[in-house]
């Protein structure tokens, strides 16, 4: 009997150690599976929103277009969303970011999925690839948003704009990588329109990618051959019509003697710095220039050249440009620097600092496209520039009796800048009567095809220089 009881206890206590165990792997596999949804949550799911992120996204869009080449890709991004997180903070940004995923999600039809990659960027995939049923559709979502977001902002208004690409069978590169690159360039195109947008990826900026992407593959060994060439154009001081300087203007010359023109490389130059090492190319190419007249014997005009901010802002910048003008042995009074208004009001006193130590050194500032911005008159006069050159904007407007104020306009920043001592050089000037309208408002310098194209430096020499 003994021996029994004993038997039975050691059967109870196993019994209990082993219900233990089935509770303790019970209890280690909720926690296994609960972990590895959190897991997955953090794989797969944005924090802010709950909504895909980019790498679901990519997962479940790479599966679907295996079998179906027919879609659309679409970009949706908030204009200035930046702003909003600095001036309301980050928690209201984070409260719009929700409110476009809800809208999204209550707008997706059958099939489609999207996701938020980044900061206030969302992607949607959809099997419609009717253009005008994708923009009606799209242009609802962004009218929900901005009215579910109205008043929170005081004044501003919340925005978005849309970048959108189809893919068909007739494609012959469909890829989810290829389409979401068309996507973002079609949204850059959006983004310059300030309202609720969308923009399709077309011929016309897939010809702008294959452009862009050659400049950008090119571009260092285009400087080191020598492919950026120096182009001048006259600069005709009006009261005499002679020659009193130029503008120099850069070139691209490709191998097979075709041109690329500066609107196709410079913004991309801007946004990737390589407008730096092409400003310094630059600068040089006009000391050289300058130093060919002098061993020549030829009288030398003043040439003025373009400056980025970039550039401008370089720790090095002063150093670099008085090395070039001591290796050349030429004065630094022939080099004119042109900064744009864009960057030279935003720090009126960091640019004064800049320019009086330019202006130390010999150089002379001159400032660029004066009025292509929200400019001030009363900005002008703290600035401490050796010329001022107007944008192109307001001879246009005055000349084609658009703007009845242009001429006006054009008119008061002549005679303040006289009353400064700042010379004027009016750009663009293209015929006869741009000619006569700058004279009579008394500019000092025209510039522009009416007096000559911009033309190589041999030519410049050969047509508008005099042996001294």
Known sequence: MKRQGKKNKT??????????????????CRLMWKNSRNLKKLAYYDPITGAYNLVRFRQIVEQNIEND???SIIALNVHQFKFINEIYGREQGDRVLRCIKDRIEQNLVDGEVFCRENADIFYLYSRDTDRERL?????RIMEEVSKAEEGRYGDYQILMCCGAAISTEDDDENSLDQMMSHVMLALVRAKDVHQNNVWFF??????????????ETHMNQALRDGDFRLFLQPKILLSSQRTAGAEALVRWIKPDGSMIYPDQFIPLFEANGFCVQLDRYMVEAVCRQLKSWIDKGMDPVPVSVNQSKR??????????????????????????????EGFAFKNVEEVNRKIEELQE??????????GSEYSSLNTLGKIRINELKLDRWFLQEAAE???GNARLIMEQIVQLAHKLNIPTVVEGVETLEDHEMIKELQCDYGQGYYYSRPISAEEFSARYLQQG
């Open 135 to 139: 923009e009606s559709r799209l242009k």
């Open 11 to 28: 059967l109870l206590i196993a019994g209990g150690i082993f219900q233990l165990l089935l509770l303790l792997l019970a209890f280690i």
């Open 401 to 403: 009796g658009k703007n």
């Open 202 to 215: 077309d011929k016309e900026l897939h010809r702008k990618e294959i452009m862009d992407n050659y400049v």
């Open 69 to 71: 080449k027919n879609y």
């Open 361 to 370: 050194r010999g150089f002379r500032v001159s400032l660029d496209d004066f």
């Open 311 to 340: 550039a401008f802002y370089e720790k090095d910048y002063l150093l670099r440009l008085t090395e070039l003008v001591e290796k050349y042995q030429i004065p630094a009074e022939l080099i004119t620097l042109e900064i744009l």
